[in-house]
């Protein structure tokens, strides 16, 4: 059943076929009125024309549009053609194609229209019009999406099941806890609520870089790299128009505890609904909770991941440093940290800025939790997992802090009295334990270590943090009494 025909003027009647349309391209979840398609695959509707079409002698020529400065060079317009005689600009880019159906019956003005959004169009809200002799009026307002069923969509992803459990599902786990007991928390992501298409849209409009130049933005929305890189930084509040504050201590007056939330939709709904007003409070696993939702509605596949014994390196040295005087006592105080858990999201998309042998293409570690700034944003991402895997630090997006959270050594020094250190140990092991996600089809937890990290053979099993301070104040304490 497709859905009402509406008239788009005096003079044309309009079917969008949203419901099948939707259906085909895997967005009937969402809505199966408003026309929300995936781009690089065709769409159907069909328009009755007050009087009858020639295709040998007239021609409708139609324009999809988005953005507020729309421009075909930035590819954020597309003129084409029915009969397709509208020549497209060699400088034009995402080429929109349009055919008459055999199905149509020009002699009536009666035409079936099978439209194709280009795989590299930016995503977001457009507008399709038409001009049939010397009257242009608007169509339809219609969504378009990115397309991992799409194999020129950098998103692509080619395993159904994949694509079903990290596109389509709504209900997720994560895991917390500790590497030694880990729990897991049931997630809502609720990618197809009501509006979800707006908020999303909305969250990109709001992103620094749109409102510092709006067409450069809007264009650069065909590009999934660019797109899961506003997301991350518009997670977090650190940046203008964050959707959550963080809060680390125990104070969460004038808001909720990061713990009482269990789904995306809530805080997504608040912050739309209040003007764009940060919601109180998150924590990494909520972040990383909303930002799955969002990637997940934009058509990007998408996973939370949890990595325990998560290494901050502030300095990016790839250690976290521990400094204490030589008479037992802490020296001065570091920025690095080792936290028991982190929770940040993978996305899958292709990578042909980093190579064009597909080296790079596949899962990209995205953090939304701020906590260093990346080309001066609080944002994280997207750092290939197989550079991570194989060290590769040099490279874009943010992989050596990444790496660092995983492989980070642990390196105690003890500090002189004329400023000289002496490194007393160094642990290789403790950092980067049990890296998690839901498995595919199930709630079973799936251990993605290797992923990251290269195997080093049978080790010790890794001190806690408390057994660790334990040994080391022990010989320092030795060290105390010897000087005495």
Not at 155 to 166: C, I, L
Not at 172 to 179: A, H, M, T
């Amino acid at each position: 059943m497709s859905a009402t025909v509406v008239k788009a003027s005096p003079d044309v009647e309009m079917d969008l076929h949203s419901r099948t349309n939707n259906t085909e391209h895997h967005t009937s979840e969402i809505s199966v009125d408003q026309l929300i398609v995936r781009r690089g695959q065709p769409f159907i509707l069909t328009l009755k024309l007050a009087q009858p079409f020639n295709p040998d002698l007239d021609q409708l020529i139609m324009t999809a549009e988005t953005g507020n400065y729309p421009s075909e060079t930035r590819g954020t317009m597309s003129r084409f053609g029915v009969p397709n005689k509208v020549p497209a600009s060699a400088s034009s880019k995402a080429v929109w194609k349009a055919e008459l159906q055999k199905g149509s019956s020009p002699e009536t003005g009666s035409l079936t229209l099978t439209i194709k959004p280009p795989a590299d169009a930016p995503i977001g809200e457009y507008k399709l019009s038409a001009k049939h002799k010397e009257e242009e009026q608007v169509l339809a307002n219609l969504s378009v999406l990115f397309n991992p069923w799409c194999s020129d969509d950098w998103v692509f992803q080619p395993d159904d099941e994949q694509r079903q459990e990290y596109v389509m599902n709504e209900h997720g786990v994560i895991y917390r806890g500790v590497d030694n007991y880990i729990s897991q928390m049931h997630w809502d992501f609720a990618q197809f609520e009501e509006d979800m298409v707006k908020i999303c849209v909305k969250i990109l409009d709001m992103n620094l870089k749109h409102k510092r130049d709006p067409a450069e933005d809007v264009s650069a929305r065909c590009n999934p790299i660019y797109v899961s890189r506003v997301v991350t930084s518009m997670i977090n509040n650190a940046n203008f128009g964050g959707i959550l504050q963080g809060s680390w201590g125990s104070d969460f007056r004038g808001g909720v505890p990061p713990s009482h939330w269990s789904g995306s939709y809530a805080i997504l709904k608040q912050w739309y609904s209040s003007f764009y007003s940060s919601v109180k409070y998150g924590q990494c696993w909520v972040f990383a909770g909303v930002m799955c939702s969002v990637m997940r509605l934009l058509g990007i596949p998408c996973r939370v991941v949890t990595n325990y014994q998560s290494a901050h390196d502030t300095n990016r040295n790839l250690t976290v440093d521990t400094y204490f005087a030589d008479y037992g006592v802490r020296a001065k105080e570091s920025k690095d940290s080792v936290w028991n858990f982190h929770v940040w999201v993978e996305g899958w998309m292709r990578r042909p800025d980093l190579a064009k042998n597909n080296k790079y293409d596949g899962w990209q570690v995205l953090d939304p939790t701020p906590q260093e700034k990346s080309d001066g944003m609080f944002c994280c991402g997207p750092a290939p997992v197989t550079a991570i895997l194989n060290g590769d630090t040099h490279l874009k997006y943010d992989v050596s802090f990444v790496f660092a959270e995983v492989n980070a050594d642990c390196v105690c020094w003890l500090v002189k009295k004329d400023g000289t250190m002496d490194k007393i140990s160094t642990d290789n092991i403790t950092v980067g334990q049990n890296i998690s996600t839901k498995s595919i089809s199930s709630n079973k937890r799936m251990n993605i270590t290797d992923s990251y990290k290269q195997r080093e053979g049978e080790l010790a099993r890794p001190h806690s943090a408390f057994k660790l301070k334990l040994f080391l104040l022990t010989i320092y304490v030795l060290l105390d009494f010897k000087t005495r």
